[in-house]
């Protein structure tokens, strides 16, 4: 609710009205495509996504603008707060955390639909097990919804989930399959249309590609080089699958799925965060990834009083959290004797370092080409390494039990 008042309907949703006229497009039998050289393309406010994702949209066509802009932001962060739930989290304040961090709040502003995603990753990971052909058919919709994130059926191809792996790879094919069928544009007139979006947008978001090229790479050079890099180390996670637990490699595919995106937009760091949960970091590792959003970003269109407002929320949060655990601790201590073991993984503290000093010298030292995508990869890579080294299960969390 607070970060409702502080930043909501600062700016249009552009995303979402995106979504909602691609919907009505297809209602009425339009094409919700245009051209790669039209200025509503070249502005980054143009339908790229599978013709499915306009179907789905299609019933929000129907109603209000304001209605549909109200529903769907209640329905992305009750998809957070569920998928941070189903992810195995359960203590109350994860959600306002990542819901109050920058990169969920332009998210919001936006009308993406990360949130949505969030929500369909926690309810696949809840039912990998229980429901393996559910599981399967959720991972497959993510991955044609946001083509970068195909790489998470790998994910219960890793753990030897055959019929999740088979269900996915089904739902992908048949969706985007579909699509381009039933679409005004051909297999080869959708990936020109990418590479035309790739070529517009590359430079300019937060990817390893956006980190190559500004290096002096160039972007083609970047685009090209940025997934084989990506694909040799998922090629030693493949190695090591065994060593690795279901937390461990969900986590990884996710974190590299985003690396290995041409375009990387802030608000995707959501779905780092969601990684990071499904990982058991503790509470306040999650609370100081919101603090440090701050840092990486600002919400659009907001002042300086709303910006520091949302630091000071995050902030807050942060200090509550600690002030928890201290109390845990002093807890735990009184159950052993004054001994207080807990199994807090080191490498959280490392891990806040390595990306709050390379957020702040980016921008006070770096330039612009740099400044953006060298904090965010950082942070990434420096969850992907802690996520192929850390033990998955809970050891900071326990309670004094009867003697």
Request: charged share 10%.
């Amino acid at each position: 609710m607070i970060v409702g008042l502080l930043f909501g309907q600062l700016i249009a949703p552009f995303d979402l009205i995106v979504f909602i006229d691609a919907g009505r497009a297809v209602l009425h039998g339009s094409n919700p495509y245009v051209s790669v050289s039209s200025q509503e393309f070249r502005s980054g406010h143009a339908f790229v996504y599978p013709l499915f994702v306009a179907w789905l949209f299609a019933p929000l066509a129907l109603l209000p603008r304001y209605v549909a802009e109200r529903l769907f932001e209640v329905a992305s962060i009750a998809a957070i707060t569920g998928g941070a739930r189903l992810l195995g989290r359960r203590e109350t304040l994860i959600p306002g955390i990542v819901i109050a961090s920058a990169t969920t709040v332009v998210g919001l502003q936006m009308g993406t639909i990360n949130g949505l995603l969030v929500g369909g990753l926690g309810v696949a990971w809840y039912f990998r097990d229980r429901h393996p052909l559910l599981c399967g058919v959720l991972l497959g919709l993510i991955g044609s919804a946001k083509l970068f994130l195909l790489p998470v059926l790998a994910w219960p191809a890793l753990t030897r989930r055959r019929a999740s792996t088979v269900a996915g790879v089904l739902t992908a094919c048949g969706t985007i399959g579909l699509s381009l069928a039933l679409g005004s544009l051909g297999p080869r007139s959708y990936l020109a249309m990418l590479s035309a979006l790739e070529h517009n947008e590359t430079a300019r978001s937060w990817s390893l590609a956006s980190l190559l090229a500004g290096a002096g790479m160039g972007v083609s050079a970047a685009t090209k080089f940025a997934p084989v890099l990506v694909g040799a180390c998922m090629l030693e996670v493949w190695r090591h699958r065994q060593r690795l637990d279901d937390r461990q490699v969900l986590a990884t595919v996710v974190l590299a799925s985003l690396l290995v995106s041409p375009i990387l937009w802030s608000s995707y760091l959501l779905l780092a965060q969601a990684a990071l949960l499904v990982l058991d970091a503790p509470e306040l590792y999650v609370a100081g990834t919101g603090l440090v959003s701050w840092i990486l970003v600002t919400p659009d269109v907001a002042s300086v009083e709303r910006i520091a407002a949302g630091f000071v929320l995050s902030t807050a949060l942060l200090v509550a959290i600690a002030v928890a655990g201290r109390r845990k601790r002093g807890a735990l201590a009184g159950c052993h004797g004054g001994i207080v073991r807990l199994a807090v993984p080191k490498p959280a503290l490392a891990l806040t370092l390595f990306a709050a000093v390379p957020a702040t010298a980016g921008y006070l030292l770096l330039p612009q080409g740099l400044a953006s995508p060298l904090p965010t990869v950082a942070l990434i890579v420096g969850a992907g390494l802690w996520a192929s080294r850390h033990s998955a299960t809970p050891g900071a969390r326990a309670a004094c039990g009867p003697a």
